[in-house]
């Protein structure tokens, strides 16, 4: 007898059961598959087990969800507990881009001068007051800053902002904008970094920032 080749591989896990999809075969294939070894692994014991599916970089779409859902609500052993691809859509794809893109500015950003970037970006040279740098990720100014920054905008709260002058005008990570007590101007920080911490925006000698955003240093590094 002949054994028929496996497309899907069921493991079992505390939360339930795990199937995982061969990437390559074609959807019947795997769906042929599924439904035998559902048919196969079924017992009487009254009580339904979860699986989730787990496709790989395999495109998922309605369809082949709907396929799946349909076999295994035919077998009252399972249930259906939604699936995880590692598959990107052009859209995904686009924003997840978008966040990961380094750019660099060159020269002084001068008072009227407005950057908005998606992503994190090195200005080489000065921010002076007056100009406004919008990051989604983390904003770098080899100069001294000055002027109007906001780093993390959309909710990214890990970003950062650094400069070999910290003195902004006016600061801001993600939806955290730090105001002073006392009303009074940031006072200038060499090598100085701003993070959100336990009290919203904090300042700091880049030397003596928390591991964790450390960590994001690194992570920018590599995306540019």
């Known amino acids: 007898m002949i054994e028929r ?10 939360g339930g059961l795990a199937v995982y999809v061969n990437e390559r075969c074609s959807v019947d294939e795997f769906l042929d598959d599924l439904e035998l070894t ?12 979860p699986i989730t599916f ?27 507990n939604g699936y995880d691809s590692d598959c990107l859509t052009k859209d995904e794809a686009k924003a997840l881009y978008g966040e990961r893109t380094f750019h660099y500015f060159g020269g002084t950003a ?59 005008k006016w600061i801001s ?10 009303d009074a101007p940031v006072k200038a920080l060499e090598m100085g970094c701003a993070f959100v911490g336990d009290t919203g925006v904090e300042f700091s000698r880049l030397q003596t920032v928390p591991l964790a955003r450390m960590d994001q240093f690194a992570i920018d590094s590599e995306r540019g």
């Open 5 to 14: 080749k496996r497309y899907v591989t069921m493991k079992g896990h505390r």
């Open 38 to 49: 559902l048919a196969d692994k079924s017992v009487e014991n009254g009580r339904a087990v």
């Open 54 to 80: 787990f496709f790989g970089r395999r495109y998922v779409d309605e369809g082949v969800v709907t396929a799946v859902e349909s076999i295994v609500a035919r077998h009252d052993s399972f249930s259906f």
């Open 110 to 168: 001068r008072s009227g001068h407005v950057v908005d970037v998606e992503g994190s970006i090195v200005v080489i040279g000065d921010i002076n007051p007056g100009a406004v740098v919008h990051a989604t990720g983390s904003i770098y100014c080899l100069g001294a800053l000055r002027g109007t920054v906001h780093a993390g905008k959309g909710g990214n709260q890990q970003a950062v902002i650094a400069a070999s002058i910290l003195q902004p």
């Open 173 to 182: 990570i993600s939806d955290f904008v730090y105001e002073d007590p006392d």
